[in-house]
């Protein structure tokens, strides 16, 4: 069973940077078969997909979030990581990890968030 | 950015009840729809993808329907497990999510 957990500083400063891993177990980082994500959701409010990464290192991000963000990958600690910089406010919230599937089945497309981490609460605040 | 719109922000029904939650997009997204459970404390749970296709080992009284910029996520039976905050989210430009149902115990 695949299975994902958070880890990082609960607490960041006001204009510092944000840093998450995001370890993976039972079943491979680098298998080539998925994205690996990163989603957050402040309190009280719904969810904002962040950016994806491939094994391979190729990224995307969500346009909203102007370039602040970085995602990148661990192959041999089957690990990925997040960054993001400039934190405020607007930042605090639960960051979940989670493993992206990007395919077609049966001709149904799926662009989804299949296993997700527990989730791991940022708050930022001087 | 296309702007996932849900409603009702909450609704109340009875154990056995059927719900009916909706989900509207700002512009078409086709049927890259997808519907996920969210449960206090906990992480979401994929439900549903392309607009009515069930995950593995999503109970059958989950079904999803629609395409374009109207959808609707019904369970038809609510179990008392079923009480929890439902998201869409779309994938067809982009990923945006919606900003959620509650579906609370009448």
């Known amino acids: 069973q695949l299975q994902l957990q958070e880890s990082g500083p609960g607490l960041v400063r006001p204009s510092e940077t944000l840093s998450l891993n995001c370890s993976v177990s039972?079943?491979?980082?680098?298998?080539?078969?998925?994205?690996w994500a990163w989603i957050r959701q402040p309190p009280g409010k719904g969810l904002e997909w962040i950016g994806s990464t491939f094994y391979s290192g190729s990224t995307y991000y969500n346009p909203s979030l102007k370039s602040r963000a970085t995602i990148s990958v661990d192959k041999s600690k089957n690990r990925f990581s997040l960054r993001l910089n400039s934190v405020t406010a607007a930042d605090t919230a639960v960051y979940y990890c989670?493993?992206?599937?990007?395919?077609?089945?049966?001709?149904?497309?799926?662009?989804?968030?299949?296993?997700w981490g527990q989730g791991t609460q940022v708050t930022v605040s001087s | 950015e296309i702007v996932m719109t849900q409603s009702p922000a909450t609704l109340s029904v009875s154990p056995g009840e059927r719900a009916t939650l909706s989900c509207r997009a700002s512009?078409?997204?086709?049927?890259?729809l997808a519907w996920y459970q969210q449960k206090p404390g906990q992480a979401p749970r994929l439900l549903i993808y392309g607009a009515s296709t069930r995950a593995t080992g999503i109970p059958a009284r989950f079904s999803g329907s629609g395409s374009g910029t109207e959808f609707t996520l019904t369970i038809s039976s609510l179990q008392s497990e079923d009480f929890a905050v439902y998201y869409c989210?779309?994938?067809?430009?982009?990923?945006?999510f919606g900003l959620g149902t509650k579906v609370e115990i009448k």
């Open positions: 989210q779309q994938y067809n430009t982009w990923r945006t």
């Open positions: 989670s493993r992206h599937t990007s395919s077609m089945v049966q001709g149904v497309i799926m662009d989804i968030f299949d296993y």
């Open positions: 039972g079943g491979s980082i680098s298998s080539g078969l998925y994205y």
């Open positions: 512009q078409s997204v086709s049927s890259n």
